[in-house]
């Protein structure tokens, strides 16, 4: 019997990924009548990811990845307000795999920092890591990556140049900036930094107004160990001129944010684990110098399988002496301008991925 011919589904891959929870929420101040609070009890599709890969040859390949993100409301990064509600490209690029040492990736691609922060953090379906969550970092954008690793596995680099201001907001600026990592891995041992430096999409001439367009700079670092039985790190960033209140690069004054992430996970069984996180954030060390921001989270989790994880979170966010309009994280404005608020959520979440 003859063989069938090839096609090009033969080196073609369909996968997805979705993040879901079932929980309660309590805030307070309720803030009622705000779009972004959620008080109360349901169930949240928070991401849902369909995709498809191909391979062309030995060296060049493709990714197509879209983002539904059906659950989250509008939020504002690099001074643009982008719509997540709808439907967006995530990935879409062509690779090139010249060697280990050296690939490049043209398009939307993952950005160098959010990247390597989510993989070491492992509960992304939960919360999205500290630089993320501020608004302070895209875990993907439109440009141009190369990345690889040398010396084995020992170290390994991504640079991009990127348009700035994410992956569903693919626009031109006067220049693109520029974003790098460099990790050293050794026995379970990790030790990164990274950096990044541009206008974030707002040196245009849309905007001849605008007095100044400051550059935007953020400075990244992680330090962790990780092996079958345990994983702890530490993450802190310093940004400047890139405010979670929305003024951001183009504001009468510049400003600086400065934080932390400490996050550790206990494996009990190959199929059961513990983790916990917590987050102490200065969002505006010169405009608002006595606003903190703190989260936290702890949880047990439950991997039935590979594609599944089932997680019962407990989570904590709150605010102090919020700056003018109030500090807006991903879900929820916590507080009234220059009052306090917090944030408390129970829940069931999980992740389904293939």
Excluded at 58 to 80: C, H, K, N, R
Excluded at 328 to 342: E, F, I, N, R
Aim: glycine share 10%; charged share 20%.
């Amino acid at each position: 019997m003859a063989k069938p011919k090839p096609t090009w589904a033969d080196n073609t891959q369909v996968h997805a990924q979705v993040f879901t929870d079932l929980s309660n929420i309590s805030q307070t101040p309720s803030l009622a009548g705000h779009p972004a609070v959620k008080d109360g009890t349901g169930f949240d599709v928070k991401r849902a990811y369909l995709g498809v890969d191909h391979q062309f040859n030995d060296i060049y390949s493709a990714d197509l990845t879209v983002d539904l993100a059906p659950q989250d409301a509008s939020q504002t990064f690099g001074g643009t307000s982008v719509n997540q509600g709808a439907e967006a490209i995530k990935f879409a690029y062509i690779q090139a795999a010249y060697a280990k040492e050296f690939v490049v990736q043209i398009g939307a691609e993952k950005t160098p920092w959010l990247s390597f922060a989510d993989d070491f953090y492992g509960y992304r379906f939960i919360d999205k890591t500290v630089t993320d969550q501020n608004k302070l970092a895209n875990s993907a954008d439109w440009g141009v990556n190369a990345h690889g690793a040398v010396f084995g596995n020992l170290l390994e680099y991504s640079v991009s140049a990127e348009d700035g201001q994410g992956y569903k907001n693919p626009d031109r600026s006067k220049t693109m900036d520029f974003e790098g990592r460099a990790d050293v891995n050794w026995n379970g041992f990790v030790a990164a930094i990274g950096g990044y430096d541009g206008k974030l999409g707002a040196d245009i001439q849309a905007v001849p107004t605008l007095p100044i367009v400051r550059t935007a700079t953020r400075e990244d670092a992680l330090v962790g160990y990780g092996d079958s039985r345990f994983r702890v790190g530490v993450e802190w960033f310093d940004a400047k001129n890139a405010l979670t209140s929305g003024s951001l690069i183009t504001g009468a004054k510049p400003d600086e944010e400065e934080g932390y992430s400490v996050t550790g996970t206990v494996s009990l069984t190959p199929r059961w684990a513990v983790f916990g996180r917590y987050d102490a954030v200065d969002p505006s060390k010169h405009i608002d110098p006595a606003e903190r921001y703190t989260y936290y989270n702890f949880g047990i989790n439950y991997e039935p399988v590979k594609v599944l994880d089932l997680a019962l979170v407990y989570k904590h966010e709150d605010v102090s002496h919020a700056l003018a309009g109030g500090y807006t994280d991903v879900t929820t404005t916590l507080a009234p301008a220059g009052g306090s608020g917090k944030f408390d959520e129970v829940g069931l979440y999980t992740q389904f991925k293939f």
